[in-house]
């Protein structure tokens, strides 16, 4: 047998860089997590110990924190392009990099009925991600971006039913026609090459498609949470044709009526306990199949 | 010596409930975490494991889930008001309790400009709080109500420095004339009997207080974090006279400047490295003193 | 009436201190989370942002670090009493410190069947803590010592009962003969004057109360948490006389029997669905009655 | 263009399962956190709401709770095989199935100088995982299994340096010699079909891996943390041949050495502070490569 080093890969992750835009009175915020990883002729290090190749995660630190000045933050997308070809072009080692953002959302606090022009309220839980992959140098050289939010919590307390499911020896759920939909989504979707031309608009298409995925939850009549994810995907391909594939990850978050009629009071879905765990995750991936696959776009 | 039982407690921590007002298609809902406590003559469950005067906490949960019909939730003052004055006017061996409510916020789904009937989106971290103590029966029976929020994440990009301290030989910090600043608020106010006669607005109270203290944060220009907290504090008790102490608790969250001349950059106030710990923690007691303090309000 | 600052305290919170002892091959290791409070006369800081007697958060940051080395750690107790001694002592706006510190336990790898000189592995969740009060200047100096241990987490599988309850009208419990009984322990115990004199050994104290606060869980067939923690309590300041008093905080980590005989599956007690939410929570403050009690170390 | 459903699962995630063996007075327990996911011909349940070939998220958290009855949990491997065949066999829509485990430790409470019968202490923070794949049937079928840890937490406060790396212009990190090195390993190693014949030996092959892994970690001298990555891998297919791919992900715990010198101190690798974020993250697959890849096991 011969034991061989199979794959490696290394960065800096979780980068909390939080960038101020103060040009005028009127300040802008951004606030981000940045992880940096690297892809490339490091198997020395790993093998020998020789580290003659590797850039410290500590340089990628630094880097992500000078770029949010030198090259700045129009976008999250825009700005872990900037990184990643950074890394992929400039340090002579790196073949590949993949650069994720995570954005936390702050809105201006109101004062005297307008939004402040340096103050700031965190706002919602939801998170908007993004994750560039570049690889190769010169006129091969790919990069594919992955746009999407995570912890977007949605809650419907009617118009979804669960019912007509599989039963085996184990079975016990009891069918409803109205119950409580609650869900945490992540949703990620992959742009094709019409996001990677100027002048499109990472901002604006984060904006339609966040809308279409919860118009759907709010207006779709779910039959299950698997159709609601269904529907979900397809408005949100349709909404922004540039985008090609939406992956959709969502915990049914459970909440159980609470059974007060021991105590002789009625309860027509108005109290239910929520519970933490275990809970239902279903998952979809919905592809505009015009467009080829790109698995390592996900790697 | 002698080894006794000086004092003791129990409960039932942290019950989910959700509560959604079905009566019309326009359903309301509210989301809480809700924890009984029980004082009283339970000695000898500890002494000698005689559980006849326990109200389990079983029990209890059932209680705070059935008042959530029985009672609603108009507001969680009120709520916790019920609950706490059941438990020690119906449960024999109980003289005291307290009822600890969070409640966490929600906002209608925006669908074609409109916030929708029945589906909602979690805005926030921010958690609204109530903790309400009753004891004792009949005329001589006191009830206490707190009020508060805890995880509103405020920051300001200008408008605040730190300068003229004291310093000793471990003191390397620098002046600043123009810092970061923020944090994640925990704010507690306690009513004086005034708020405890029929109609009075907790939820009308609580949207005053906080507005009164966002806005101390964002046009106060800050000499410190424990400025800002007095202003604050002062201005929610003028801003809502029924209050009358409130205690603030704000970690200082730090936000360094990134050093970018190493690399030929200039930094001005613009990037950031978000740290997490360890961080300040400034807290601060503001009361109207023509009201007696009420510290059983707190235990 | 007259907004008045009632009190006010600040420190630097979470300072991580990784202290590591290398005077010979074998290395020794303390792992901290050290938290520092201020009190004194920085009421100007708060009512008119002068800061001139606030000895920054920073400093106190370096100083925590400074201490690990000039001072050492030979017991987390003895190296919270230099801290905030020193603040009292030498810092003169300062009144009064709190330090709190958390330790974290590790063990040292076994390799070869011995341990290894400088490489460890973290073991357990458990974590012990101290907190140190220190107030007033000269022979009018008064010292409280506080330690503990909490995410001490505990399970029996059997001698646990809970039987001839309370019921009242929303009681749905059935009495259990057999159960599993957890926890996730916190206790503090407060020293007494004779722990503070020289020579007094915090680490072989902690060693005592807490196998003694084990054995009792472990052996005491429980009629309730309640029981199980007074024997916890008094087994511990019988073990240490030179602890007076002793705070333990327990919830109850509710296993549950999962219902099997739908599927026709027997199941005596031996499969359980482990809950989170809510939990019982039982408190109890056990005091040895020859010691005046002391409610300012607790503040 | 066509948007289609291009890949789907689902399942029930996070069943908290304690299981109790108590064939005599000395029990056994294991504590598990389970999560199942099933493949198949789950179509209709997206594309038009029709469930009739879905088996209830609640019915597989059933089927979980019961198998830890039906079938004991022997190891977490065997016990997810049964699992996931019995999903597979059993039930006719499901092609494939994935059951995740993760196992708390726990051992003994030690009383009187011995391990107690029914008493445990919760041990550490490490988690024992099992991921278990299985798909297609009768004689086609496969299976896959992974074995692994995470949340190992591991520091050596010596025998750990960093230098000889790559520079660039944003590279301000100096070499070192001597440094603590820590992280929190997590290790996913795939058995070969070997593994999979009666009598193998999970929990004996999981201790060896384990003790394999620790010891590289403690003895050698590591020129970075890649390099320590890369010998434990190869120390762990070494030592257990059924074990054929192992991939290792270790974020780097920086300790950072205080800056004492400044007020006179001085620190020669004694007094550190342990940050949190950001963290170098390290990750490397090594394999055996007499044995055939196995993409799909790790989906």
């Known amino acids: 047998m011969s034991i ?10 979780e980068n909390r860089v939080v960038r101020v835009q103060r040009d005028s009175a009127r300040h802008e915020i951004v606030d981000l997590n940045v992880t940096t990883t690297l892809r490339g002729d490091f198997a020395d290090a790993y093998l020998t110990g020789d580290q003659s190749k590797v850039l410290p995660t500590d340089t990628q630190k630094n880097t992500v924190y000078a770029y949010a000045k030198q090259k700045g933050v129009a976008s999250i997308e825009g700005y872990a392009l900037e990184l990643a070809r950074h890394f992929v072009d400039d ?24 939004g402040h022009d340096h103050t700031w309220v965190r706002s919602g839980s939801e998170v908007r991600t993004a994750a560039v992959t570049v690889s190769g140098q010169g006129e091969r050289q ?29 079975t016990t759920l009891r069918e409803t026609d109205d119950r409580v939909m609650a869900t945490s989504l992540v949703a990620t979707w992959r742009y094709g090459a019409a996001a990677l031309e100027d002048g499109f608009d990472f901002d604006a298409a984060y904006a339609q498609i966040r809308q279409a995925v919860l118009e759907q939850f709010a207006t779709l009549h779910s039959l299950a949470l698997q159709q609601t994810l269904w529907h979900m995907g397809k408005a949100a391909l349709e909404r922004v044709p540039e985008a090609v ?27 239910f ?11 979809a991936v919905v592809a505009n199949d015009a467009h080829p696959a790109a698995p390592e776009a996900w790697a």
Do not use: C, M
Not at 273 to 283: C, E, S, V
């Open 91 to 114: 340090v002579v080692p790196v073949t590949g990099a993949r650069v994720d953002v995570d954005a936390y959302p702050w809105t201006r606090a109101q004062v005297g009925g307008t």
């Open 245 to 271: 594939e939406i992956r959709l990850l969502a915990p049914n978050k459970h909440h159980f009526d609470y059974d007060l009629e021991r105590f002789g009071v009625q309860n027509h879905g108005e109290v």
């Open 273 to 283: 306990h929520a519970d933490d765990r275990p809970y239902g995750l279903i998952q």
């Open 4 to 13: 061989v080093l199979a794959s490696h890969q290394y960065g800096k992750a």
């Open 142 to 170: 790919v990069a594919h971006v992955l746009a999407g939010l995570k912890e977007l919590t949605l809650l419907k307390s009617t118009g979804s039913q669960f019912k007509g499911f599989l039963e085996d020896e184990y």
